[in-house]
Each structure stands twice: as C-alpha cells, then as structure tokens.
C-alpha cells in the first residue's frame, strides 16, 4: 500500500471512534471512506456494534450491504447522528470542494440533515485556498450548453465531465456533472449563491460551513481540524 493509500486507512478508521452503538451514521462517497465502510463491518462483527446507516450512493450502498452494514432511505430516518465523508480540498476554516466521486447532490443532502459532519482526508486535501480542484456542479442535461456558456461567460472554464468511452458522465440522480477550472476561488460563499441562481444548476460541489472536524493523516499520525 503506497504513502496515500495508508493514509487514507488511517484517516478513514479513525472516524470510527466516533460511532456508538444505536446511531444513524451517514456514510460518504469515495476512496478514503471506503476503509471507514470496512472498519464499521469489522466493529459490527467483532463487537457487536448496533447502528443503521444512511448511504450518498450506490457505490456505497452496495459496499456497506456487502459487508452487512444495514442501510435505512434518509426519508425513514428522522435525523443523522453523524455522517463520515472525504473531501477534494478543505481551506483552514473548513470550507470544502466535493463532488469529484459524483455524488455532490447526495453527499450535501445527506450532510444537510446531520447533527455532526466529519470529513477524513490524506493530508494532500488540505490548502490555504479552494479551487486548484475542478470544482463540481450538478446541472439538468435539458439546456446543459447554455448553462456552460453562462459559466464560461464568467471565466470559470466549464468542462464536461465524460466516462472513458466520451458519453456524459451521468449521476445517480440523472443529472450531468460540468467541473470548473477555475484555479482560485477568492469568495466561495459569493460563488456558491451565484452558480445556485443559474437556471438548470442542481446544486454546486462547494460544501461551505458543513465540516464540524476534519480528519487528516499526516504521516503516522492523524490530526484533527475543528472550525
């Protein structure tokens, strides 16, 4: 396993000593909660661990019920105690980009109906300033071009997102990605309100005041950032 990887592991495990038995945990999407998903199994098997989980996408559905996680819709919950989750980037107040696994809409969803949102991430997410990663924005495939054209209007190099064999790709809510170029963003908040107010824009990868903790392996060790 390379630098990253072990990384990942251990950001990824460590989240879990913050599941109790009889919680509802929201499991994020992406490589470095995949070792969060395998570490809850393992306490569900070895302990005993009580607990029901909410899932951001088939991925991870199919991951946790392979491994005898029970999923639950978020519309049969009545709140998330916690939900675990990676990130692209996060700056020193938390602030967030994610959505490069796809699953912005229900990552944000998810978060959005969580009494605690943990992050976990190898210690290449973290910068001073948001945007080196394309960011992410959902968009109807209805009118996709001229939605692009608004964006580009602006600067932000709008781009496709495609899968290997050039098709769009698709989300599991049916919707396309377009990934933003845009190597600096200077005022998230002014940002997110205005991708937001375009006509055929879902929902935008900017995760702004979500992040309760962050945490990062740096190294042998993981650190934890609070805002």
Known sequence: MDIKASEKRRAGEAACAFIRDGMTVGLGTGS?????????????????LKIRAVSTSKRTTELAEAHGIPIRS???????????DGCDEFDPSLRGIKGGGGALLFEKIVARASRVNIWVADHSKRV?????????????????????????????????????????????????????????????????????????????????????????????NVVTYER
């Not at 470095?32 to 005993?48: D, M, P, Q, S, W």
């Open 128 to 220: 001073e300033q948001l945007g080196a990663f394309p960011l992410p924005v959902e968009v109807l495939p209805f009118g996709h071009t001229h939605v692009m054209k608004t964006m580009a209007s602006e600067g932000l190099k709008p781009a496709l997102r495609k899968t290997p064999d050039g098709s769009p790709y698709i989300t599991d809510s049916g919707h396309y990605i377009v990934d933003l170029h845009i190597g600096k963003i200077a005022r998230p908040e002014e940002l997110a309100a205005w991708l937001n107010g375009i006509p055929g824009v879902i929902e935008n990868g900017l995760f702004l005041g979500i992040a309760d903790k962050v945490l990062v392996a740096e190294g042998d």
């Open 74 to 84: 978020i519309d049969d919950v009545p709140e998330i105690d916690v939900t675990i």
């Open 32 to 48: 470095t909660v995949h070792f969060t998903i395998l570490k809850i199994a393992e306490r569900i098997k070895n302990e005993g």
